[in-house]
Structures are given as C-alpha cells and as structure tokens.
C-alpha cells in the first residue's frame, strides 16, 4: 500500500527558497541577500495569508500559489527587441524610462543611469553594487517583515527591481515611469522589489504600468518601499492592466517623515486578481498623505484594495478617495484602516470608498475602520455601494443623449473623480482616454501600443 | 405641432392624469397653471417620456409622429425639450462633456455632421450671452453645486443649445428671484420663433408678466378645467385657485 503525503504551499516554497539558495544569492549583491534568512524564517512561521484571516478575509490567496507556475532566478532570454515592439505612448510626457521583464530589470542602456542633477534610476541590483550606502540605508528598512508573510516570502526570493533615488532639493520637472511587463511562454510566478527614496525637500512623479504582454498566467509578488524625507513631495502612480489570467498582489510602504507629501493613486484598469495593499507610516509632524483608488473591474474578476493609515505624529493630514465600478460578476473589496495614534493630536484623516455595481451578480464588501486614541482631531470616513443614478439618466436621455450613451457618461464621471487627482496633465488626459475605452469595452492598451495587454 | 388626445396616466396604480386634451401650434405661447397636485408636473413628465407615469389611455403626437412610442432621447431628438423643475446635479460629467454629446446626437439624428471643438465653443459662447449665463458655470460639472436660479438658468441655456421645436417649462420660475426671473424670461424670450412653440407650467403669475402666453389652461384633479386667452391669469391671481375647486 502506498502512502501519500501532501506538503503544502507554505513547505513547497521554503523549499524552493533553500533547493535555489546558491542561485538566488550568487547573482545578489550582500545588502539584498542581507535579509533573506530572516525573511524565510518568518514567511516558514507566518505561511501564506489564510482565508480566516480578518485582513484576507475577501480575498483566497493560497489557490494562486497551487497553480502550476514556473520560477526563474536568472533573466529568463525571451525574444524580445524591446524597440522594435515597445513604444509605449505616456512618454510622449516626456518620462524617464524604466523597464522591467518578468521581475528582472531590462536597460535600454545601462542598467542604471544617472541625470546630471543627481537623480539616479534603474536597476535595484545594479544599485545595490553601485551605490551601496544608499541602498543599504534604506532597503527593507520600511517593509513589515514580521507580520504579513507575502512580504516576507518577498525579502527572502527578490533579485533585482527597481532603483529611484532624487538627492536633496532636486525637483524633477518630468515624470519617471517604470513598466512591468509580463511575457513568457510557460505560466509565471515573479517577484521584485522597488526601492524609491526622496531626499529632503525633492520632488517628483513616478508612474508605474503593469502589463502582461502574453496569455499565460501569471501570479506576481512586488514589494515597493518609498522614503519620503522630510519636505519632499512624491506623487505615484500604479496603472494595472493585465489580463484575466493575471493575479498580482502589490504590497506598498510609505515612510513619511516631516511635512512630506506623498500622494498614491492606483488605478486598476484591468486584472484578473488584484490585491493592493498600502500601509503609510506618517511618522513626524505636518505630513500629508493622499491616497486614491480606481478600479474598473468585470466578468469574472476580482480586486482587494486594503489601506492603513498610521497617524503616528501630530499635524499630520491623510485623504483617502477609493471608488469602483463593478460589472457582471466581479467581485472586490475596499478595506481602509486609519489608526490615530494617541500622541497625534490635530490630525485630520478622511477616508471614503463609493461603489457603483452594475448588475446584480457584482459583489463588493466595504470595510472603512477607525481607531482614535487622540482626542483632539478631525476624521470622517463613508462608503457607499449603489447603483447608477436613473434621475441623472433620465435627465440625459431627456437631453437626446441615448440611454447607451448615458449610462456610459455617468460612469465616467464617476471615475474621473478619482482620475483628476492626477497632477500631471498629459498623464491625466490619457488615464481619462484609457478609463472610457475600458468603460465602452474597447481595449485599454495605448494606442499607439501594438501589444496586446488584455 | 402637439395634439394630445383624452390622456390618462398613472403612477403606482393611481389615476393623475384623467383625460387631457390640448393642441399646441407653432409660434404659440401656452400657459398651464393649477394649483399643487393638479398633474401640471406629470403631464411635462409624461411627454418627455419618464418610465414612472404609466400611459394608460389616449393618444399624443408630436408633427404627426406617435409621441408615446418614443424613447425619451428620440423625444428629444425629434425637438421636444423639458425644462426640469429640479435640474439633476451630475457630478463628475463637466457641461462641456454634456453638451457636447447631446448637441451631436441631436445633430446625428437631423443627419448633420458633428460641430468641430472650434464651431462648438463658438456656439456654447453664443448661447451664454444669449441667456445671460455665467462663464465659469459651465467649466464646472452639471448643475454641481449650482444655486437654485443658476440650475434655472442653465436649463434655459441648455434649450438653447439644443434649439427645440416644442418647450416644455416645468415650473422653471420657482424659487427664483425677480432678477433671476427676468433672466429666464428673456431668454424664453429671446428663443421664440414663428416655428417653435412652448408650454410654460406655472403656479404663479408672475412668470406671465415676462413670458406673455397665447393661451391659459388651467389643469385641476388631471383635467383642464378652463381655458382662456392671457386674460385668465391675471383673473386667478386676483381670485386665487378657489373659485376653480369650488366647480363655480
């Protein structure tokens, strides 16, 4: 008779981690492989989020990890002439580029470049080598390691991401853009880490695309640590367009410290699964923080957008907008923790999620949670799950505007609120493209983009 | 232009429109006065094709088309136009936007080509000064915290835009001040043709010192009760709704 015994997900990964230990390290520079030990040892405690688990509670992840998907801890060689194929149309605001392959850093030159005002992008490895001090002052300085096992399993396999460093009172007058793509011809798992750190008093814009630019499945695991220095400003901004077939969990960490600004928007166009985790430290007096959301969600796809504010300090201000439109059977959750720590006095935090469900099959759960141990502050908090306002059709229709038609210019109205927090312009007229093609069920991919993203 | 024909209308199984009959011609000014819960409101909402009022029996056609079997954006389109007695905020969609879709589906269906950007803002400045409407209104979101006489307004500007043949204005004078009230007036006013004709639905008679109609009907329990020329507003003013609900 034989026996069968099954290891499970949490046993196949540290077994991974140690089968490609030498692998994983040979090509790492001392400041990545730094935290692996430790960070495989709690991922070996923490394991995967389990579904009763409060904070997952919406949202499966162990079944993303039981799909058949391959590994690789060197660049995989793809075909891919990144010229002749890649032409993505946001630089045409001018952007600096970055790159990256299925977790792997792709140079259009070098791997690392340097502006002549100080700034320097590229590779995290790379970094990690050339700029050693930097990388090691704040590399998984900020990532919660102890308690969300994701991010752990993260420190633990990371090879390369990427690299933003603006030096003290720069201010970079054009946005920076780094583009995940997924392409392969095997299913894919794939992690990688980016590291942004904004020295006192700079300031810049950072967009970040994630596309799959082939049909299979995909699973991804980034970790993004920003530091904001005191009186820096940084806005990011994260455009999800993958394919249904995709799930991506997304772990963000802001260190905020006095009177930066850092203001998120994450828009998800298109994805088969997405978690988006923000955790935002607010960790000295007068910051500001603004986080928004969008999501565009259909057929059979799911999103989890989970938020924690952590008021640590006095004076400081946090605004969270996070909306959604939900078709067919999709399925999402909105989860935003403030906590208002009881030194924070004259903190000002609002936080508000309003959905729009489109069919009575769509599911959303929204879970707005706050704790004040301060007394003297200003918070509010509001969600909303509705229906498209029949009133404000009507008053189209009464207008000669087709029934069709409104529907559709109410929708977008209702995106565009999160949308024109984009400071940029070009940008935000283009998210604005992007969003009604997505809404009229056109493609969302750039035009003038000859990948098929979705 | 528009016959209505022994019209009834329910909303949620009860009766409030029991039987109206009107005819309006091009180049006329109608007026429809009442007092609260007559069907004033319901019978606007009814032609301009709301879901909620329940048709139950007569006819209306509008330049000999069945009007009833439209869909509201066809009413619309084939030029009949109501003037909201609460205009509808709409937040996230700019006038612009708005504007824009409704002036090119009116002119897609009048088989015309759609406005340039330039031919179109050139129009949206025209019709602003025509009926006095603040610039930066309609840089803004519909109606989006508008006050009560800027919503009236840009409904009177909105009926420019789109050039009805018939208006229908649902009590467009309420909560409008003097100077307000002169403003969408003249500009009722100023819109008037030889082959265009309105409804103006009032409570009060104020309206019709600036608005002068051809016509007064005067609606009770979902029927017209009277009708008379101009001369019949100034006599309900003076003898309030009374003499009307007292069957004299």
Redesign the interface.
Same mark, same amino acid.
């Given at each position: 008779m034989s026996k069968t015994t099954t290891i499970s997900v949490k046993e196949e990964l540290v077994d991974l981690y140690l089968s490609n230990l030498d692998l994983i390290t040979d090509r790492s520079s001392a400041i990545l492989n730094r935290g692996r030990q430790a960070a495989i040892e709690n991922f070996n405690l923490l394991g995967l989020p389990e579904a009763k688990s409060e904070k997952y509670k919406y949202s499966k992840i162990e079944p993303l990890f039981t799909q058949d998907l391959e590994k690789y801890f060197t660049p995989k060689d793809i075909t891919f002439k990144i010229d002749d194929i890649f032409r993505c149309d946001i630089p045409e605001i001018g952007t600096d580029l970055a790159l990256v392959l299925n977790g792997f850093y792709l140079p259009k030159g070098d791997k690392l470049k340097k502006l002549d005002n100080g700034v320097i992008y590229g590779s995290l490895a790379e970094a990690s080598v050339k700029y050693p001090e930097i990388v090691s002052k704040h590399y998984n300085t900020i990532a919660d390691n102890t308690s969300e096992g994701l991010v752990a399993l993260n420190t633990a396999f990371i090879q390369d991401g990427v690299f933003i460093y603006i030096p003290k009172g720069v201010e970079m007058d054009r946005p920076i853009q780094i583009i995940n793509l997924m392409m392969s011809d095997e299913n894919l798992f794939v992690q990688y880490r980016n590291l942004v750190v904004m020295e006192e008093s700079s300031k810049a814009s950072i967009v970040i695309c994630d596309h799959t630019l082939s049909v299979q499945k995909f699973l991804s695991n980034v970790v993004t640590e920003v530091v904001a220095k005191p009186n820096s400003n940084l806005e990011l901004i994260k455009m999800q367009n993958e394919h249904n077939d995709s799930a991506q969990l997304s772990h963000t960490y802001v260190h905020q410290q006095r009177d930066s600004k850092v203001t998120t928007n994450t828009i998800s166009l298109h994805g088969g699964f997405i978690r988006n985790n923000l955790n935002v430290l607010l960790d000295d007096v007068g910051c500001e923080n603004n986080s928004y959301g969008l999501h565009l969600t259909d057929r059979t796809q799911h999103i989890d957008n989970y938020s924690f504010i952590d008021h640590a300090k006095p004076n400081c201000t946090s605004n969270e907008l996070f909306k959604g439109i939900m078709d067919d059977q999709a399925t999402g959750a909105f989860n935003g923790r403030i906590l208002v720590r009881r030194d924070a006095q004259q903190t000002q935090a609002f936080q508000s999620n309003n959905n729009l469900l489109l069919t009575a099959d769509a599911k959303m759960n929204t879970k707005p949670q706050l704790e004040i141990y301060a007394d003297d502050v200003k918070c509010s908090h509001g969600a909303t799950v509705g229906q498209l &306002?029949m009133?404000?059709k009507?008053?189209?229709?009464?207008? #000669?505007? #087709?029934?069709k038609? *409104?529907k559709l210019?109410?929708m977008? #109205?209702?995106?565009? &609120?999160v949308v024109k927090k984009i400071s940029i312009e070009p940008l935000r007229v283009r998210i604005d493209e992007l969003v009604d093609k997505r809404l009229r069920g056109e493609l969302s991919r750039c035009h003038n983009c000859p990948m098929h993203c979705c | 232009m528009l016959k209505i024909k022994d019209l009834h209308a329910n909303i949620k199984g009860k009766e409030i429109l029991r039987g109206i009959n009107l005819e309006i011609k091009a180049g006329e000014v109608h007026a429809i006065m009442g007092p609260n819960g007559s069907g004033k409101s319901t019978l606007a909402a009814v032609l301009? #094709?709301?879901?909620i009022f329940e048709v139950t029996h007569g006819e209306v056609t509008f330049n000999d088309k069945n009007l009833l079997e439209l =869909?509201?954006?066809d009413?619309?389109?084939e030029g009949l136009?109501?003037g909201?007695q609460y205009?509808?905020?709409?937040?996230?969609?700019s006038m612009v936007?708005?504007m824009k *879709? *409704?002036v090119n589906?009116?002119r897609k269906?009048r088989g015309l080509e759609q406005l340039s950007p330039a031919d179109f803002l050139k129009m949206m400045r025209e019709k602003k000064e025509l009926v006095e409407i603040d610039s930066a209104l309609t840089n803004r =979101?519909?109606n989006e915290g508008f006050s009560g006489g800027e919503k009236k307004k840009n409904e009177i500007f909105?009926m420019a835009m789109?050039d009805p043949k018939l208006s229908i204005l649902d009590e467009t004078d309420s909560g409008l001040d003097i100077d307000a009230l002169r403003i969408v007036a003249n500009g009722v006013n100023k819109l008037k043709t030889a082959n265009n004709a309105s409804i103006v639905i009032t409570h009060y008679q104020r309206l019709l010192d600036y608005i002068v109609p051809d016509h007064v009907h005067i609606l009770y329990n979902g029927r017209i009760v009277k009708s008379a020329g101009k001369e019949l507003a100034l006599e309900l003013e003076e003898k309030g709704y009374d003499w009307i609900k007292n069957g004299e």
């Open positions: &306002d009133e404000a009507f008053y189209m229709q009464a207008r #000669g505007i #087709g029934e038609e *409104a210019l109410l977008i #109205g209702f995106a565009h &609120d | 301009a #094709g709301r879901e =869909s509201p954006e009413r619309s389109r136009f109501l909201f205009p509808i905020e709409i937040p996230g969609v936007n708005f *879709a *409704a589906e009116q269906h =979101s519909v909105q789109l």
